[in-house]
Nanobody, 123 residues
Framework: QVQLQESGGGSVQAGGSLRLSCFAS?????????KAWFRQAPGKERERVAH????????DYTDSVKGRFTISRDSAGSTLYLQMNSLKPEDTAMYYC???????????????WGQGTQVTVSS
């Protein structure tokens, strides 16, 4: 069973940056080709922020973070990152990393989840 552990959350002012990391207990390819960051704000549904398909390097972002966030993974295949720049108060949420085999845009396709890291952006 692959375990995912997020880190890097915190509190920043609007316009600031954070880099989230997600460490996998096994080689990231063993948990499937889709790796994603999701977030959930209080009272809102969880949404997919970004995903990367490991086999091709293809990345996709939700519209609200395009141009500000970047998803990537290290060459060793054990860590997933989310670089978040120009943060806004509406980015405040619990951020989760997730892994799954295929259908990267579908939340129900993700089989493994981390416990989350909190990001708080103040105005």
């Amino acid at each position: 069973q692959v375990q995912l552990q997020e880190s890097g959350g915190g509190s920043v002012q609007a316009g600031g940056s954070l880099r989230l990391s997600c460490f996998a207990s096994e080689d990231m390819y063993s948990s499937g080709g889709c790796k994603a960051w999701f977030r959930q704000a209080p009272g809102k549904e969880r949404e997919r922020v970004a995903h990367i398909y490991l086999q091709t390097g293809y990345t996709d972002y939700t519209d609200s973070v395009k141009g500000r966030f970047t998803i990537s993974r290290d060459s060793a295949g054990s860590t997933l990152y989310l670089q978040m720049n120009s943060l806004k108060p509406e980015d405040t949420a619990m951020y989760y990393c997730a892994a799954g085999p295929t259908l990267c845009r579908r939340e129900d396709a993700y089989k493994f989840w981390g416990q989350g890291t909190q990001v708080t952006v103040s105005s």
